[in-house]
């Protein structure tokens, strides 16, 4: 199961922060999730909300470490030009493989796809995952919040050739639990002197 490291750490001053994405590097996390928003004045940053505190976008993927892998959570809609901007940037920085783009909106999955056909992509949400069980869906990986995902799920999507991800805002479900459903990755909650073992690895 590999661990993903949800906004880099959960901290304060660590959520979506070069500081959260070393604290995910230090754990070994195999991913690190970032919420990317695209400023009035174009630049790409790293925030839950356009409101909230940012961090350059740049200065969050310096701090992937060689072993680490990116999923860039496009927060909000991305027309086709705002996709072909930050392809661009994210390429520049990261190799293709390096990189997952995620959202919680299928039109930009669907955008995504017909733009760069091999790139890795991730839909959050329960109903988009149960329609990829009846339809074929743009995305490769589906991300379910952990309260409602069912092993039944796991395995139905992993049988239509589909990842499946454990996500959560809060862990309320024990890290061992969450592997025995049988998923392919889960999100974890970082935080500074935590010592409690991300569970990586094959299942």
């Known amino acids: 199961m590999k661990t993903i490291a949800h906004r880099g750490g959960m901290?304060?001053?660590?959520?979506?922060?070069?500081?959260?994405?070393?604290?995910?590097?230090?754990h070994q996390a195999d991913y690190?999730?970032?919420?990317?928003?695209?400023?009035?004045?174009?630049?790409?940053?790293?925030?839950?909300?356009?409101?909230?505190?940012?961090?350059?976008?740049?200065?969050?993927?310096?701090?992937?470490?060689?072993?680490?892998?990116?999923?860039?959570?496009?927060?909000?809609?991305?027309?086709?030009?705002?996709?072909?901007?930050?392809?661009?940037?994210?390429?520049?920085?990261?190799?293709?493989?390096k990189v997952v783009l995620a959202s919680h909106r299928s039109r930009v999955l669907w955008r995504m796809r017909q733009l760069i056909p091999d790139i890795r992509l991730a839909r959050f949400g329960l109903l988009p995952a149960l329609a990829a069980l009846w339809r074929r869906q743009p995305w490769d990986c589906c991300m379910v919040n952990q309260l409602v995902l069912t092993r039944w799920l796991v395995q139905a999507l992993q049988r239509r050739g589909y990842e499946v991800v454990s996500s959560c805002v809060w862990e309320l479900r024990s890290r061992q639990s969450v592997r025995r459903l049988g998923v392919d990755g889960a999100f974890v909650n970082l935080h500074e002197g935590q010592t409690m073992p991300l569970v990586s690895g094959t299942p």
């Open 32 to 97: 690190v999730e970032l919420d990317v928003v695209r400023a009035a004045d174009g630049e790409f940053h790293c925030a839950h909300f356009g409101w909230n505190t940012k961090s350059a976008l740049r200065e969050c993927l310096a701090e992937i470490g060689p072993h680490m892998r990116l999923i860039a959570h496009l927060k909000g809609d991305y027309t086709e030009a705002d996709l072909i901007c930050v392809t661009e940037y994210l390429a520049a920085h990261l190799p293709w493989e």
């Open 11 to 26: 901290g304060r001053g660590l959520q979506n922060s070069p500081a959260g994405v070393r604290l995910a590097a230090q």
